[in-house]
């Protein structure tokens, strides 16, 4: 009998191969037309904003850049009277990574690797923004000594939305289930979608400035058709 091990090593070899050849036969849509600086806005009623680095340092912030090696990113701080609100945005170009790879930079790993507690947590959380619906998010609420943040994030691959719930260990199966999920054809734009406030939604969810800053997101793909939802797990 055949060690199952090389069999499961092979099957990952082929898929693998399969991956990156497949791309080469067909094309690769880039919809993003402009910078996420400039389509994402600076200024909101009520609110002021600042650029929020990736790092306190230019060594820290190298180091993001090349461990994250996306295309394109927005991270930017808002602030209204006590309210603070955190936006992070991260684009890849279709082939750039793996879809895998983006879903290990959600708060479940990145910030529970660093000293964050997550206490509360769901999947599939639907919003809207003046009546348009979002498509299903992810939620957390997340704490590290007297710092309490309220988390919605997305991961996007083409116009369809990531949902899933995160194992502690990446399995070794993981490409053949993404091929299971996309197909062979891996090379599509992605966005990681993050939104943090130091309140509950529902207290800034009506906002005016929030409301236009969540119209500016949902614009890059978060619009809900009734259709392109993944549930899976990572």
Request: aromatic share 12%; charged share 25%.
């Amino acid at each position: 009998m055949k060690n199952p091990v090389f069999i499961i090593v092979g099957a990952i070899f082929l898929v693998a191969v399969a991956i990156q050849a497949y791309p080469l036969l067909v094309n690769s849509e880039i919809n993003k037309t402009k910078p996420l600086d400039e389509l994402i806005s600076h200024d909101l009623p009520g609110w002021s904003s600042m650029q929020l680095p990736l790092g306190e340092t230019e060594e820290v912030r190298n180091t993001v850049e090349r461990r994250l090696n996306f295309d394109d990113y927005f991270s930017r701080i808002y602030r209204s009277g006590d309210m603070e609100v955190g936006v992070y945005i991260a684009y890849w170009e279709p082939g750039k990574t793996a879809v895998r790879m983006v879903g290990v930079h959600t708060p479940d790993t990145c910030w529970v690797q660093n000293g964050w507690a997550c206490t509360e947590r769901e999947s599939d959380v639907r919003k809207e923004v003046r009546e348009v619906s979002l498509k299903p998010g992810e939620f957390g609420v997340y704490e590290i000594r007297d710092t309490v943040r309220h988390v919605l994030f997305w991961h996007l691959v083409g116009d369809r939305v990531y949902g899933y719930e995160q194992q502690d260990q990446h399995q070794i199966l993981a490409p053949l289930q993404d091929m299971m999920n996309f197909g062979l054809n891996q090379r599509q734009e992605q966005y990681f979608i993050r939104i943090s406030s130091n309140r509950p939604f529902q207290e800034i969810w009506t906002d005016p400035g929030f409301t236009r800053l969540m119209e500016d997101i949902a614009a890059l793909g978060l619009k809900f058709d009734g259709e392109n939802v993944d549930d899976h797990t990572i």
